[in-house]
């Protein structure tokens, strides 16, 4: 499909582009998931949440679930961040209603220097399903890849599960600087080459995760998240012109204007903490934004997200704007406040 066509029949990626839409695009972090009976169906049908990612039937068939029920603009891939250290050679699992765990790496710097090398070939059900759901996908819809970024991947590699002030990180990043920053390294090679393998697959546009990239300080921001997504944004604009790249530093705050100068992000997503008014006035003119509203107020629903929902409509008047959550949407949130969200932003009630 030649370009011009492509961006006047996909909304989200003429968006992610540079084009501003009266009605903004919208989709939602972790739209394929708990939330939804059809997934919860098919999963106890597979057992385990690795073994439906693994699954690229069953994958894909997620990836597409909510695509049926709201008509979102844009599909994101159903994965999980974690296969990169898998594909490093670290044993994951998940636990049942408490989430992922992986063997930590602690402090033992030759835990990590014994990390096997990269093996894409343990990634192949996930590139499988990338090819099924790009054969599937309305026209009109973009399809979204991921990965998380480096500081977040390595937090979880190194204390085996996430935490709210990931101190274990935190400290061995302080004590050795060498050790974990051949960690950092790896992850983000092992990154590139699998975000560049999704494009090839047949992704339009990829999202860097960066869930706990507000944990750092200033001078540990800007060395452990904002430099390794600008390496990987630069390696994969190099390797693949023109595929969107949406940089989500949640939690960066006052640091969310040097990361979208610095990374060279093509649109930076917005947390639920973050006044959209202020991201509108500090960020680079005309670079498009996505969120930003608080999963629990849809949740909660009613007026009260009537009223977040319009003020977060009226925060961009002239800038690109992709209508998203401020993170991932909850297990307990409604169907029902879903399409009363999807219809109040597409001006259908």
Known sequence: ?????????????????????????????????????????????????????????????????????????????????????????????????????????????????????????????????????????PVTTTFLGFAGSPWTIATYMVAGQGSREQADARLLAYQDREGFQALIDRIEAATIDYLSRQIEAGVEAVQ????????????????????????????????????????????????????????GADAIGLDETVDPVWANAVLPDGLPVQGNLDPLALVAGGERLSEAVAGILGAFPERPHIFNLGHGIRQETPISHVEALVAQVRGEQ
């Not at 909510?66 to 891939?77: K, N, Q, S, V």
């Not at 860097?208 to 990239?213: K, V």
């Open 208 to 263: 860097l995760f960066d869930s706990w990239a507000g944990s750092l300080c200033p001078a540990e921001f800007e060395r452990w998240v904002i430099a390794p997504n600008a390496r990987i944004i630069a390696a994969l604009r190099a390797r693949h012109p023109g595929v969107p790249l949406i940089g989500f530093p949640k939690g960066a705050g006052g640091k969310l204007a040097a990361y979208a100068r610095e990374t």
């Open 1 to 137: 499909m030649e370009a011009g066509l492509t961006e006047i029949s996909k909304p989200l990626l003429a968006t992610l582009r540079g084009e501003r839409r009266t009605v903004p695009p919208i989709w939602l972090m972790r739209q394929a998931g708990r939330y939804l009976p059809e997934y919860r169906e098919l999963r106890a049908t597979k057992g385990g949440f690795l073994e439906l990612v693994n699954d690229s039937d069953a994958a894909a068939e997620v990836t597409v679930q909510p695509l049926r029920r709201f008509g979102f603009d844009g599909a994101i891939l159903f994965s999980d961040i974690l296969v990169i250290p898998q594909a490093l050679g670290q044993k994951l699992w998940f636990v049942a209603g408490e989430g992922p765990r992986l063997a930590p790496l602690m402090e033992n710097r030759a835990m990590i220097d014994a990390l096997d090398a990269y093996d894409p070939e343990i990634l192949a059900p996930v590139f499988e399903t990338v090819r099924k759901v790009a054969a599937m996908l």
